[in-house]
T-cell receptor, first 110, second 114 residues
Framework: EDQVTQSPEALRLQEGESSSLNCSYT??????LFWYRQDPGKGPEFLFT???AGEEKEKERLKATLTKKESFLHITAPKPEDSATYLC???????????FGAGTRLAVHP | GAVVSQHPSWVICKSGTSVKIECRSL??????MFWYRQFPKQSLMLMAT?????????EQGVEKDKFLINHASLTLSTLTVTSAHPEDSSFYIC??????????FGPGTRLTVT
């Protein structure tokens, strides 16, 4: 069964303290690995798509990487405005639908 | 680019009434639209997938007669919650996808059934 697991469930950082969020996936024929940011009471905001192992993408303080079993979202020198829930989702080869992880709730304190 | 809107952003209705939620892709044509619901502090749960001009495909456990989906054009999909009950209260989110499989999400609609 296709599955996506995110860790940690919650993460508290001090401003400037870099860290990484993990997304482990078990899907048949991965067609894409997606990262989203969701603020409370809002829809997810698209961040990155990764298609193959070894691929990396960056946007401001965020960098996403992909291996054959997991993806990481690295946050460098975070700011309080980076506080949000980060969702990872996988698109399997068999279905045209995203399989979401439960998310990591990130809180960055000044 | 890739903006998706939803209307209304929140709605309160009485038990037994029906509510329609609109989802529009504003600056692109969406080959597929998806409807999700999300409970507090939980992730998104896919309800159904729809392609323009076709019947929606519902996920297991989702009542298709209760959650009516119409995908009238490449930029508009609607979700109607029929005979709503308090347990239908939730955050409903739509997304729109192009052929590149990337999904762009709307801002969500908060439904409260009293």
């Amino acid at each position: 069964e296709d599955q996506v697991t995110q860790s940690p469930e919650a993460l508290r950082l001090q401003e400037g303290e870099s860290s990484s969020l993990n997304c482990s996936y078990t899907v048949s024929g991965l067609r894409g690995l997606f990262w989203y940011r969701q603020d409370p009471g809002k829809g997810p905001e698209f961040l990155f798509t990764l298609y193959s192992a070894g691929e990396e993408k960056e946007k401001e303080r965020l960098k996403a990487t992909l291996t054959k079993k997991e993806s990481f979202l690295h946050i460098t020198a975070p700011k309080p405005e980076d506080s949000a829930t980060y969702l990872c989702a996988a698109l399997s080869g068999g279905y045209n639908k995203l399989i979401f992880g439960a998310g990591t709730r990130l809180a960055v304190h000044p | 680019g890739a903006v998706v809107s939803q209307h209304p952003s929140w709605v309160i209705c009485k038990s037994g009434t029906s509510v329609k939620i609109e989802c529009r892709s504003l600056d692109f044509q969406a080959t597929t639209m998806f409807w999700y619901r999300q409970f507090p502090k939980q992730s998104l749960m896919l309800m159904a997938t729809s392609n323009e001009g076709s019947k929606a495909t519902y996920e297991q456990g989702v009542e298709k007669d209760k959650f009516l989906i119409n995908h009238a054009s490449l930029t508009l999909s609607t979700l109607t919650v029929t005979s709503a009950h308090p347990e239908d209260s939730s955050f409903y989110i739509c997304s729109a996808s192009t052929s590149s499989y990337e999904q762009y999400f709307g801002p969500g609609t908060r439904l409260t059934v009293t």
